[in-house]
């Protein structure tokens, strides 16, 4: 790159004396405008000379590569915002769940496990439901409000006791 610019500034400079220099010796009016001319054409040519030899870098490359990788970047961000709002709708589930049974005197621990699916959606596997051995006799209104109001098959209940 500096040698194209020390070639551009030599060919400019010495096209520039030699015009004047040519200009000094003439003194018709015919043959000074024609070497004017030529001389303006030699200071053109001296700039465009070295610019045609110039080479700029591949620059779709570089733009398809960070294309990429911004897709790239995109669609690991967007897989982690699916698993954050999977995430997120499973502990609302749990608290649910665990306020519904408050409401009836029972005090529950859930707790659900999920998958997700190619297409996004999170699938429920499982709901593990610990209370005390003394909260027996309200499991089946707990089981109840799981598959009334939450959709989940009663078959996906699992019930730890505590003592």
Do not use: H
């Amino acid at each position: 790159m500096i040698e194209t610019f020390q070639t551009l500034l030599t060919g400019v400079a010495a096209a520039a004396l030699c015009g004047g220099v040519a200009l000094s010796l003439t003194r018709g009016s015919a043959l000074r405008e024609v070497l004017r001319l030529a001389c303006g054409l030699a200071v053109v040519l001296a700039v465009l000379e070295p610019l045609s030899t110039l080479r700029l870098p591949k620059l779709g490359a570089s733009f398809r590569q960070t294309v990429a990788a911004g897709e790239a970047q995109s669609a690991q961000y967007q897989a982690q915002s699916v698993q954050a709002l999977a995430q997120a709708a499973i502990g609302q589930v749990e608290q649910y769940i665990e306020q519904r049974a408050a409401a009836l005197g029972v005090v529950v621990k859930a707790e659900l496990t999920a998958t997700s699916e190619a297409d996004g959606r999170t699938l429920v596997t499982g709901v593990t439901l610990t209370a005390s051995q003394a909260e027996q006799n309200d499991k089946t209104a707990i089981e109840t409000i799981l598959v009334t109001e939450c959709g989940i098959p009663k078959e996906l209940i699992t019930w730890n006791w505590t003592e």
